[in-house]
């Protein structure tokens, strides 16, 4: 069983920073691959980025040059740290966990088999 839990969310200005993390609880951490999505009032929950186990990184077009995932396995958390926020940017960030340890992280919500609970990333304009 592997438990997330996400933080750093909060009320920004548009071309504001947040830097959102993500802990993890088990003994494997290296090995999964992580992915962040988000939800924003009324639309599917979508892909944002992800990092495999083996350091490899993708993300969603709109957020490419802004956004940017990392993870310290030292410390079983992933980051993303998201620069040049834009109101659309508004959403609940979700962090997923995919232990099956595929090469490509996935982009899919089904890729994933742990979510945490959310964190709130408000941008105004």
């Known amino acids: 069983q592997v438990q997330l839990v996400e933080s750093g969310g909060g009320l920004v200005q548009a071309g504001g920073s947040l830097r959102l993390s993500c802990a993890a609880s088990?003994?494997?951490?290296?090995?999964?691959?992580m992915g962040w999505f988000r939800q924003a009032p009324g639309k599917e929950r979508e892909f944002v980025a992800a990092?495999?186990?083996?350091?490899?990184?993708n993300y969603e077009d709109s957020v490419k040059g802004r956004f940017t995932i990392a993870r310290d396995n030292a410390k079983n958390t992933v980051y993303l740290q998201m620069n040049s926020l834009k109101p659309d940017d508004t959403a609940v960030y979700y962090c997923?966990?995919?232990?099956?340890?595929?090469?490509?992280?996935?982009?899919?919500?089904?890729?994933?088999?742990?979510w945490g609970q959310g964190t709130q990333v408000t941008v105004s304009s």
């Open positions: 997923a966990a995919d232990v099956t340890r595929r090469t490509v992280p996935s982009i899919r919500k089904g890729g994933y088999g742990y």
């Open positions: 088990g003994r494997s951490f290296s090995s999964y691959n």
């Open positions: 990092i495999s186990w083996t350091g490899g990184t």
